[in-house]
């Protein structure tokens, strides 16, 4: 069922919450059969295509990370999906009372896996690490992302639609400020923790 669902919230997202939502997956569920396999798509085309083809700004010169400092950034990056995604849901899940929301820890967790899906499955561009074709790519994502959380939150939170755009206009802020907090992280590791080691 989560292959099909993951499928249909791409292709007819408004259909797809409804039966997401009639299936009632646990918080466990998500993490283990869905998170795991989500997170793991950016981390490992990230490891193969910056050791195996090279990071390029423009598609130019190729630069080579080393196997050893590839696969300490990809565990890095793999872990930090999973610390966001659920840390976005908690936060939902504390802010949903506002709007008039009465649902579990699990529906939180429902709507922010389903909703970074695009976003996940994006990452297989990382295969081929060209900083403006992942920079597009990854735009679009984020777009489709933005459109299937407004579709999403009424549906799973079970508000009245004026209530669910300020709720998902919410999410929208508190997630961007995960994403650039994950970007600020993954520099200080780079820099100090994790060390990049480039081999040409």
């Given amino acids: ?24 997956y646990s918080m466990m569920h998500c993490f283990m059969s869905q998170i795991s396999i989500l997170a793991a798509i950016p981390a490992l085309s990230l490891f193969i295509g910056t050791t195996q083809i090279g990071w390029s ?6 630069i080579k990370l080393s196997t050893q400092s590839a696969l300490m950034a990809a565990v890095a990056f793999y872990a930090a999906m999973w610390v966001a995604v659920g840390f976005i ?16 820890l699990d529906e939180c967790m429902v709507l ?4 970074a899906t695009p976003l996940f499955l994006a990452g297989i ?39 669910a755009f300020f709720f998902a206009s919410s999410i929208l802020t508190v997630g961007l400020c995960v994403l650039v907090g994950l970007l600020a992280v993954t520099v200080i590791l780079w820099s100090t923790i994790i060390p990049l080691s480039y081999i040409g």
Avoid: C
């Fill in 57 to 62: 700004i423009s598609g130019g010169e190729f």
């Fill in 89 to 104: 849901a908690f936060v939902i899940h504390w802010m949903e009372k506002t709007y008039g929301g009465n649902v579990t």
């Fill in 125 to 163: 561009v990382g295969l081929y690490p060209v900083l403006w074709l992942n920079v597009i790519v990854g735009m679009i994502a984020l777009a489709y992302t933005v459109y299937l959380l407004y579709t999403g939150v009424p549906e799973i939170m079970q508000i009245s639609e004026d209530r």
């Fill in 112 to 115: 922010t896996t389903f909703t």
């Fill in 1 to 24: 069922m989560f292959l099909q669902h993951m499928w249909g919230v791409i292709y007819d997202p408004k259909h797809e919450w409804i039966d997401i939502r009639k299936e009632h």
